[in-house]
């Protein structure tokens, strides 16, 4: 099972309701989709990992719709960038934006103190959490298959069902908006 | 151009060189985050009812619409309706401004209840 390929895989799971397969899938693509839901999380891991159960349950609904045109993990990701995007609209999530209001130079998210280096090196990945929490959503997403997962705008687009040019802004004014932070930072 | 917006040109290019490291290097060092029972859970929470296949979707389509026309056989007068059916066509048609809208109204209509239908259906 371990050996099969995506789209066998999914193909055991919708037309013989294997299970197996299924699992095999959830188990291939379940870190990348929980890091990146950690990301847009402000790294909360209980909240990142019960998304991505969800996702995952949701993905496993509308198997039979998936089209081989886009990439498995492509699909995921937006299924569950979308159970994140419902889970911000019940709870409201605070998601203050940064492009009016940069932080402080206090509020540091990345420490540029020598004797904390070791710290900032095992806190990196929740500090960039933190760094991307301050955007709305929508952006932060857009941010994170940009900058982490090096998408290009086309496949972003693709991804999250937004028009070209929504990306493009996103990316100019989120990059903006992380650089005056990291601005502010600098002092 | 004065030297303080040469400076801060150089403080946002220097920013956009810091963001573009700070995200290389969460790349670079992104975890491999152990499966804890994720696999384990997600199966358990699948639903029961198995999700109908698109064999198993259109092969209950078909038996269906057999089953239909049988029924429609047997239980309906299928001359009588026939006929009233084409007395419904009208000898001449006029073409309007009012009937043009009529039509044009009724498809959107049409199309609305049918997109409404299929995304219903396809929850």
Not at chain 1, 75 to 104: C, M
Not at chain 2, 60 to 81: K, M
Not at chain 2, 103 to 116: D, H, K, R, T, Y
């Amino acid at each position: 099972m371990q050996q099969l390929d995506d789209t066998i895989l999914i193909e055991l799971a919708v037309n013989k309701n294997d299970q197996r397969a299924y699992g095999e899938l959830v188990n291939r693509h379940q870190s990348n989709l929980r890091y990146s839901m950690r990301q847009l999380t402000d790294w909360n891991e209980t909240l990142a990992d019960d998304l991505v159960q969800d996702a995952f349950v949701q993905a496993f609904k509308q198997l039979h719709k998936f089209r081989n045109k886009a990439k498995f993990s492509s699909w995921l990701y937006r299924i569950g960038y979308n159970t994140f995007l419902q889970h911000v609209r019940k709870k409201q999530l605070i998601t203050e934006s940064i492009d009016d209001q940069p932080l402080a130079a206090n509020d540091s998210l990345i420490s540029n103190d020598a004797n904390e280096d070791s710290d900032a090196r095992s806190d990196l990945h929740q500090r960039v959490a933190k760094l991307l929490s301050q955007i709305e959503p929508e952006r932060r997403s857009v941010l994170h298959l940009f900058l982490h997962r090096q998408h290009t705008q086309q496949e972003i687009s693709d991804i999250m069902g937004i028009p070209l040019g929504s990306v493009k802004t996103h990316i100019s004014r989120g990059r903006k908006a992380l650089q005056s932070n990291l601005h502010a930072w600098q002092g | 151009m004065s030297s303080f917006n040469q400076q801060s040109i150089d403080q946002v290019s220097n920013n956009a060189e810091v963001l573009d490291a700070l995200f290389s290097d969460v790349r670079s060092d992104e975890p491999g985050l152990i499966d804890q029972n994720i696999t384990k859970v997600v199966l358990n929470t699948l639903p029961k009812k198995v999700i109908r296949t698109r064999k198993r979707s259109v092969l209950f389509d078909l038996v269906g619409l057999t089953l239909g026309l049988i029924a429609a056989y047997f239980f309906f007068d299928i001359e009588q309706i026939f006929v009233s059916s084409m007395s419904l066509i009208p000898e001449s048609l006029s073409i309007t401004v009012a009937n043009i809208a009529a039509f044009f109204i009724g498809s959107i209509v049409l199309a609305f209840v049918a997109f409404w239908a299929g995304e219903k259906a396809s929850k």
